[in-house]
Structure formats: structure tokens, C-alpha cells
């Protein structure tokens, strides 16, 4: 079997039937493309008649398809390709979901970048089209600092969650992969296609979907495992409970990847089916792109320190004094016999105790040995 | 050891040192709080002198007390009596927290209902006293929701959250339990002495400070571990880096009780706190109150039904039908031909699969078998 002919065989078979279904998918892992499609090609119903599959199958001309696509700048990654993300294997070992599964037969690309490097360390940014500002915003900043430390930012193009994730990176001049639910020939949606354009200069813009074919809500599907397998983890920023960002993310589980999510006001439509990945589907809670580096970079490499408010003088007080410096006035300045009742301790312990809370500037000794607290500090 | 003997030595110890003091609680849990009681008051230093702790005890006066309390409605509830919380018990077994720690030596409680009835099922809402009217709209919500469900919420009376738990509570006639960090018969903050007044008379106001003792900073940490261990469960809604909720919640965490949180905006700093329980301490994220039940709430209960968007028709068709669904113009209506070509689908089954979508009311047939998207779906 040529590395040609598998080629081709892949180009054929997948303008041949749905991206993702599990029938062919399955069968070409099993015994390769060349096999599978010379079979299909011969295939009859059980009157003899040649099968829909052998009959477009038999109308089809990948040849002629892979070198139009190649003189638009398009090529056909496919597996044993240097740049062939090793990663899209795990779709092979995984069960089909929502009746989609399967690595891709070859992935259709666009873009000036090594697929399987630019993958490398790479997070997909996904969630809601109708997003709100603050997601926009958030998903915007998790793009930003994923980029900033090099790591790479895909998404699907869409409104929304997916293209601030996109701009995001674009911003900081990092890496940006978009992954299509059609052609990447093609701008879905259309009002993104200068994006697209930029994302096809600078990063890359990737489909299963051969040149031409246009977006159906099942490609989205499909298209969504294709997002979840290529980056080590997939953040979801914003999510109603019946958004596609939600097949993603069941998609990032089911291989094993990093599933976080950002929380948002539980008062939030676009929020709540983050919430539920939370709650019951044991996404990460993540509030920012620091957090998810943590999470996804290798171990060591991005380790956060857990933010504290600043330490305040009486943080390292002991307990006694802790308790001595709670009996001392704010406003009236009293003596250490008074200070001694209300703190409920000895005096000679009580005297100790303030001598040291004024040497820690926490304390004032006025006239008479009357203690009161220091202002301003 | 009378049950008047143990009362009267408990009231003069709690008066004696800090609450939650380790060193007393445990003393007392070990040996009974009539012996520390007589040993304490003959202890002398190494001059002989009678200590500190002696001479406190000596001065005390804990009959008259428990009598001056009896008369202004406020009772001693101590270990044995009949509305003591078993629950309590739980802090004689586990580690101090910042250096308080044990059971309470009694509880002095102020309102008509049974201190151990009201807690059996009881959950804590907490947070910040600087909270955002969307965490006093979701603490309110909490707290209606857990009072119309039989359940007692549990809070320390302060501004923000913890006043919006009280008064969700009280507005659906719920019972609701305020722990304060001074004496039953103080209002502090001193605006809510309505609030207590009004907690008084439908529920419970509970300290194990001595009335007319005032509140200092380690009375709230002290205070924070009765909250978490008269309950089930802590709910903290908003808490900043630097919250007091989140010593409550780690009472929580160390009592094994369910600790729960409510996020918010990322963006909104009463809400990291929270974020961070969840992210870094297992904290169980909660939206609502009904959630809150169904983690507390003993099992089956109060089982949730996983929020769904409505179920739309083409939810339960075939991969097949869903394909050619796809493949059915919105705008223009198309021959079966025409959508065999854009599904990739034999004509045959093409008719077949647009006769089922006819009948389940998705396609319209219209001229010429010609067909669309029905409208208004």
C-alpha cells in the first residue's frame, strides 16, 4: 500500500459519508483505507443494484480533488504524515458519542504552520455563540495568556466564546488553530471571514471535511471531538445547558483529557451548563488563563501560588497577644489593669504582652501607661 | 456529679477564658468541667501565688449569672440536657484551627424552639459581610428555599450574606438560627438589633460567649466553628481571599460536614474565595438552594433532575433521518433528488427518511414532492 494510495483512498472516502461515523471511521482503523474503499466500490444491495455508497464512491475523483485543493494552499494531512497529530489516536480507542467517532480520515489544512508541533501544547477555548461580554471577556483573556506562554489556542471559529478565544491569541501574536464544521475553503460564518482569513495566515484553520462541503448541525458534532483531541485540555468559558460547547467538552472527557470550566453569575443562562460540567461532570473550575496553564502545562512548569490578601503585623501574632491586642481601646487610651480585665489575663502576662505590640507598632503608649491602638495602620 | 453542679462549673469556665480555647475544652472533655473547675481555682504559680486563672475563677459569680440570665429569657444549654446537639461532640475530636477548638462548655440560647430539633436539619450559609446584591439575592434565595423545605438555616447575623441567609429564612416563616461572637443578649452589629430581636422571638439566638460579652476578631474565628458544626453542610455564597467564611468552611471541611459554594463572575473579588474552595479544597459547586438540599437532604429525598433544555422533536430521530433533515432546504423548496445529492444518501432511503419527517411534522411537502423546513418549529 502506497503512501499515495492510502492518500487518495482517504480523500475519497471521506467525501463518501458523514465525518465521524463510526461505520467507516472504525473500518478503515481496522484494516486501512485502500481496503475498505476498493471494497465499498464493489458493493451491491442484495438486488444486485450497485449500493449508494459504491455508487458515489464510483462518481467521485479524489485525485483531481487533492490537486485542486493543493493549488488553493490546502493539504491533506493524514496518519503517518510527519504532521499528523499523533494525538487523534486516542479517537480510535474511544466510544462513539451522539453517534460520532473516530479518527478522522485526514484533516483538510490552511495555514503556514506544522500541525502536529502547533498542537504540541495546545487548549481548546470553546463555549456559548451567544456569549456575553464578561465571557467574552474571559475567554478573550484565557486566549491571551495561553498564548503569551506559548501555548497554542483552538477553537471553532463560531460567534461568540470561540472567536474571542481566537482573538485572543491573535493579540498576543500566538498561535491559533480554528477547526471547521465545513470547507476550509469555506467561512462559517461568514461574517468571520476575515478572521478566518488571518487565523489561515498566521495559525491554521483545519477540517475533515473535504474542500466545498457546507456546515450541517451533525458536522458541528463531529467537528467538536475533532477540537477535544487535538489539545490536552478544553476549557469551557460560558455554556447554556444545551450548547454544543457541552459535546466538546463530554468529547475532552471521554479521552482523557483536561475538562475546566469557568464559573460565572448562577443567575446567568450562558453560565449554567458550566456549572452543571462542575456539579456533576467533575470539570476543573478555572478563573483564568494562569490556572489553566497550571493545569495543562507539564507538571512544574506552571505552579501557582494560591492567592492570600496581603499579611497584616498581627497575622504572626502569638495567641496571647492576639487576644491581649483585641482588649486594647481604639479611642479612650487605658491603663494595663483594665486592658488585663476585659482580655481576661494576668496583668504581668498582660504587661509583657503590650510591651511587645508596641514594639510591633501595633500599640501606642501614651501618659500613664494607657494603651490605645494605632491609627492608620 | 449533679447535673446543677456541672451547669454552675461550666458557666464559671466559660467565663473564664477565651471561647473555644483548646487547652479548656479539652481539659473539660477529659475530666468534666467540675474538676477543671476545682482544680483551676487552687492553682497557684511558681511564687505561690494564686494564678491568674485562680484568681478570675474566685471572683465569679456563675449561680447569680445563670439566675440573671433565667430572668431575661436566656438559658445555659450544656452537654446531657435533653436539647444539647449531639453534633457538637464532633469538635472534641477533631484538631484545632488556628488555635481554637472543642466542643462549646454550653451554649447560652435565646428564642421558643428546641435548640437540638432545630439544628437536626440545619444548613449554614455563609460569606462576606461586604457582598454584592447578586450574593445577597442568591443567599436569600438559598435561605427561602431551604426554610420552605423544613430545613434551618444557620448564620452569624452580619451584614451581606449572612443577613440575607437569616431573612430569606424568615420570609417564608422558617425557623433560622443566629450564632453570634458576644453575648445572646448584645446586638452586634449593633443596626441589626432588630433582626436578632425578630430571630429571638421565631428562633434561636445562640452564643457560647456569657451575656454581655463583647465580640472581638478571635470570637468570630471561634464563633465560625459552631456555625459549621450545628449543621450538615456550609454553604459559603461570597468570600474574598480573605474571608472569615473561609474559616467557617474549613470547620466545615475538618467536621466532615458537606461544604459547599456558590460561584460567581470571575471578574468579582467576593467571589475568589469561593472559586478557590472549589478549585483547591473540594468545595461541591451549588447554584441554588435546591441543589443545597439534594447535597444535605438525607438520601433520596430531595433528588434533582439534572436541569435539560426543552426536548425538540428532531432530539429522537435516527442518525439516517437527522441527515437528511440536514440536508432539507429552509428557503427553497427541493426535489428528493436534490436532497439525496446534498445528504449523500441513496434516493430510496432519502424518501423514506422525508416521508417520517413529513409525518412528524418537520418537512412540509409541497408541488412536485418538492420540500422545505416546515415553519415555526
Known amino acids: 500500500m502506497s503512501a499515495t494510495a492510502d492518500r487518495v483512498a482517504r480523500a475519497a472516502l471521506c467525501r463518501l459519508g458523514e465525518p465521524g461515523d463510526p461505520r467507516l471511521t472504525g473500518l478503515v482503523a481496522e484494516v486501512g483505507a485502500p481496503l475498505v474503499h476498493d471494497r465499498l466500490l464493489i458493493e451491491t444491495d442484495e438486488r444486485g443494484l450497485a449500493s449508494d455508497v459504491a455508487q458515489r464512491l464510483s462518481a467521485l475523483d479524489p485525485v483531481s480533488d487533492l490537486r485542486r485543493a493543493a493549488e488553493r494552499g490546502i493539504r491533506f494531512v493524514v496518519p503517518g504524515d510527519e504532521e499528523w497529530p499523533a494525538r ?12 460520532r467517532g473516530g479518527a478522522p480520515l485526514g484533516l483538510w489544512v490552511r495555514g503556514p504552520l506544522h500541525l502536529a508541533e502547533t498542537v504540541e501544547r495546545a487548549v481548546a477555548v470553546v463555549g456559548s455563540r451567544s ?15 495561553l498564548a503569551k506562554q506559548g501555548h497554542t489556542v483552538v477553537s471553532g471559529a463560531a460567534f461568540g466564546i470561540d ?54 448541525k451533525l458536522r458541528f458534532l463531529s467537528r467538536n471531538r475533532i477540537i477535544a483531541a487535538l489539545c490536552g485540555g478544553t476549557v469551557v468559558v460560558e455554556a447554556a445547558i444545551r450548547s454544543g460547547a457541552l459535546n466538546t467538552a463530554s468529547w475532552a472527557l471521554r479521552l482523557n483529557r483536561t475538562l475546566m470550566g469557568v464559573p460565572g453569575p448562577v443567575t446567568s443562562a450562558p453560565s449554567a451548563g458550566v456549572h452543571q460540567l462542575i456539579r456533576a461532570r467533575d470539570a476543573l473550575l478555572v478563573t483564568n488563563g494562569e490556572e489553566v496553564l497550571e493545569l495543562v502545562a507539564p507538571a512544574g512548569e506552571h505552579t501557582l501560588v494560591e492567592p492570600r490578601g496581603p499579611e497584616r503585623p498581627h497575622d504572626r501574632l502569638s495567641l496571647l497577644d492576639q487576644q491581649v491586642l483585641d482588649a486594647v481601646p481604639v479611642e479612650q487610651a487605658a491603663p494595663p489593669v483594665s486592658i488585663a480585665r476585659t482580655a481576661g489575663i494576668a496583668l504581668p502576662r498582660v504587661r509583657d504582652a503590650l510591651a511587645r505590640l508596641v514594639a510591633a507598632g501595633l500599640v501606642e503608649n501614651g501618659a500613664d501607661e494607657r494603651h490605645r491602638l494605632r491609627r492608620g495602620d
Chains 1, 2 share one sequence.
Open 88 to 99: 487523534l489516536g486516542d479517537l480510535d480507542r474511544a466510544e462513539p458519542l451522539a453517534g
Open 163 to 216: 472567536q474571542s478565544a481566537h482573538r485572543g491569541a491573535l493579540a498576543m501574536r500566538g498561535p491559533t488553530v480554528a477547526v471547521l464544521a465545513c470547507g476550509v475553503d469555506r467561512a462559517y460564518p461568514s461574517a468571520h471571514r476575515q478572521l478566518l482569513d488571518y487565523i489561515a495566515d498566521t495559525g491554521l484553520v483545519v477540517s475533515e471535511l473535504a474542500p466545498g462541503c457546507a456546515p450541517t
Open 131 to 145: 456569549a456575553t461580554s464578561y465571557g467574552g471577556g474571559v475567554a478573550g483573556e484565557i486566549g491571551a495568556t
